[in-house]
């Protein structure tokens, strides 16, 4: 019986992977428990540690760490008693194998702790490109890793050329791409839920701080609040992320709550099913998550991209691309809504990255992979590149 540990920070790598962990915790010679930390334990973005529980996974251990502080020093502080916390969780849970998804600084410090204690890595989303520190992060995570499950071809290759071997790496497509099974919610039973009118279409603003303009957070969504503030349309105002930069945008977008009656701040969802089902019933998406990359696309969401923070991802889905620049945000919306060409697009978009058997692929991979490669030297695998004659 493999033991699988899984590292999750926050709603933004547990939500794709939910699906993985729930086949990884159905096998028979699998078993499976979570580390949760990061914005999991914050009260301020909901506890979300809990729906983790309610959903029947097993927390192995909480790990708090995120030092007190709106800016860099405290973003770069906080990895540290993160590496300090999870290091000692795997020390006393003993997994075989420690998997993590994406680019988080919480999945690079779950990463390092395991490898140093001669333990296996297993890294899904390896391999992707943006425009943030989170490139950084997710490079270094796949150094760290013995084993690659990137979502394309193309990551598998960037992988390779990073110096991993082939052999390791396995596309698998990604986890969570498709948020249609999720979607259980009717659009009238969110609205009445969030009061909102029924008879109105709503937006979804998610934009998150970016870690190298972090002092320019309180003004980007300023231009994107101003935007949505002067349509006529509800929108909900959903939590940023916890990095440098994201105090400021939420106490601004409080800020903008209290002065337009139909801005709304988005409480914590609860569940996977229930964000997905938002999402599903929104009129267009506001703002630079990587949730508009494929998940909205998976439900046909019209999303506007603003800034160069899913850089390098553009390709890969049907966005309007915007600056942070109100009159352009504004323009994009109405894009959004009431173009025939941009919405015909969008319904025949198909991701590159979405797999209908990734979840059976991941659960195969770890059910077979060789555990001792923890116990030997990572090798650097050079490619012999042949030069044009």
Not at 278 to 303: F, K, R, Y
């Amino acid at each position: 019986m493999r033991r699988i540990l899984f590292i999750s920070g926050s709603r933004a790598d547990y939500g794709p992977a939910r699906r993985v962990l729930q086949a990884i915790q159905a096998a028979p010679d699998l078993t499976l428990s979570i580390l949760v930390t990061g914005m999991h334990l914050d009260i301020t973005h909901g506890e979300t540690w809990r729906e983790i529980a309610a959903d029947g996974f097993t927390i192995a251990e909480r790990v708090f760490g995120r030092i007190s502080g709106d800016d860099l020093s405290a973003m770069a502080a906080s990895l540290g008693l993160y590496l300090l916390g999870i290091s000692q969780a795997v020390a006393s849970i003993k997994p075989d194998i420690v998997l993590v998804l994406g680019d988080r600084g919480e999945q690079l410090a779950g990463a390092m702790a395991a490898a140093c204690q001669n333990i296996t890595v297993v890294h899904l989303c390896g391999g992707s490109v943006s425009g943030s520190i989170d490139d950084s992060i997710r490079h270094a995570v796949t150094k760290f890793a013995h084993f690659h499950l990137p979502a394309t071809e193309e990551h598998a290759r960037r992988i390779i050329r990073m110096g991993e071997d082939p052999a390791r790496v396995r596309v698998v497509g990604l986890p969570g791409a498709d948020i249609r099974p999720d979607v259980i919610y009717s659009r009238e039973k969110i609205c009445e839920d969030l009061g909102l009118p029924v008879e109105q279409p709503y937006l979804l603003v998610v934009q998150h701080a970016v870690s190298h303009t972090q002092e320019q957070a309180g003004y980007q969504i300023v231009e994107t609040l101003e935007a949505v503030a002067s349509l006529p349309y509800p929108a909900l105002l959903a939590n940023p992320n916890d990095d440098a930069g994201s105090r400021v945008i939420l106490a601004t977008m409080k800020e903008y709550a209290r002065r337009h009656p139909h801005l709304h701040l988005l409480p914590p969802s609860g569940s996977r099913e229930r964000f997905a089902s938002i999402m599903a019933h929104a009129e267009a998406m506001i703002g630079n998550s990587s949730s508009g990359i494929v998940e909205a696309m998976s439900v046909g969401l019209p999303v506007i991209n603003i800034g160069d923070r899913q850089q390098g991802r553009e390709t890969l889905a049907c966005l309007l691309n915007t600056d942070y620049d109100r009159e352009q945000i504004k323009q994009a919306i109405r894009n959004a809504i009431f173009d025939r060409d941009y919405r015909q697009r969008l319904s025949e978009f198909k991701s590159p990255m979405s797999r209908a058997d990734t979840e059976q692929k991941v659960v195969d991979f770890l059910g077979n992979i060789d555990l001792r490669v923890a116990d030997r030297a990572k090798t650097f695998w050079d490619a012999e590149f042949i030069a044009d004659a």
